[in-house]
Antibody
Framework: QVQLQQWGAGLLKPSETLSLTCAVYGGSFSGYYWSWIRQSPGKGLEWIGEINHSERTNYNPSLKSRVTISLDTSKNQFSLKLTSVTAADTAIYYC???????????????WGQGNLVTVSS | QSVVTQPPSASGTPGQWVTISCSGS????????VNWYQQLPGTAPKLLVYSNDQRASGVPDRFSGSKSDTSASLAISGLQSEDEAYYYCATWDDSLNGRVFGGGTKLTVL
């Protein structure tokens, strides 16, 4: 059974860098897009970006200048870094697996448990 | 403001049939497939329907999806109290070159 388990710092100050990691258990990296999605308190879902097993990345244009998603296949993990955070970046952050054979906009069949990241001075 | 639009709320009584719409454009729903997710309070979203009309594994056949031109719909028949949740559509937008989610619809079972 595939499981995504994520972790990272939950409280940041403005201008700091958000860093989250998602470990993948029970599956390979090949054939999937590995994404990060966030949800601001009481709001909807916002796609942040994704990476595939070849380390090709796609990012949300509104966040692209601040986002880096990377892969560590030796550890079966992928990570998110978001620089220069502000209060507007306060959200629950989810990692998720997209099934690549369905093309762009592929469905997310497995999700991490979510991490609340709060940005406050 | 998302490029794909959902009604903020929908409601129905137990046993009823309800639909949730997702309206987009020629750069997203018009040329790409749509997926639907259910999010119960305090939990991660769960895949319900993918590729417009394919039910995900374990999803009851009360849930069905469809797409026509630049719009998609999620239908729920035989509404049950446990269906009370937020529902999100999602697709790819060629103009933005990225994934987009609808704003979400809160379904209330009266």
């Amino acid at each position: 059974q595939v499981q995504l388990q994520q972790w990272g710092a939950g409280l940041l100050k403005p201008s700091e860098t958000l860093s989250l990691t998602c470990a993948v258990y029970g599956g390979s990296f090949s054939g999937y897009y590995w994404s990060w999605i966030r949800q601001s308190p009481g709001k909807g879902l916002e796609w942040i970006g994704e990476i595939n097993h070849s380390e090709r990345t796609n990012y949300n244009p509104s966040l692209k200048s601040r986002v880096t998603i990377s892969l560590d296949t030796s550890k079966n993990q992928f990570s998110l870094k978001l620089t220069s955070v502000t209060a507007a970046d306060t959200a629950i952050y989810y990692c998720a697996r997209g099934i690549a054979r369905y093309g762009f906009g592929s469905p997310f069949d497995y999700w991490g448990q979510g991490n609340l990241v709060t940005v406050s001075s | 403001q998302s490029v794909v639009t959902q009604p903020p709320s929908a409601s129905g009584t137990p046993g009823q049939w309800v639909t949730i719409s997702c309206s987009g454009s020629s750069s997203n729903i018009g040329i790409n497939t749509v997926n639907w997710y259910q999010q119960l309070p305090g939990t991660a979203p769960k895949l319900l329907v993918y590729s417009n009309d394919q039910r995900a594994s374990g999803v009851p056949d009360r849930f069905s999806g469809s797409k026509s031109d630049t719009s998609a719909s999620l239908a729920i028949s035989g509404l049950q109290s446990e269906d009370e949740a937020y529902y999100y559509c999602a697709t790819w937008d060629d103009s933005l070159n990225g994934r987009v989610f609808g704003g979400g619809t809160k379904l209330t079972v009266l």
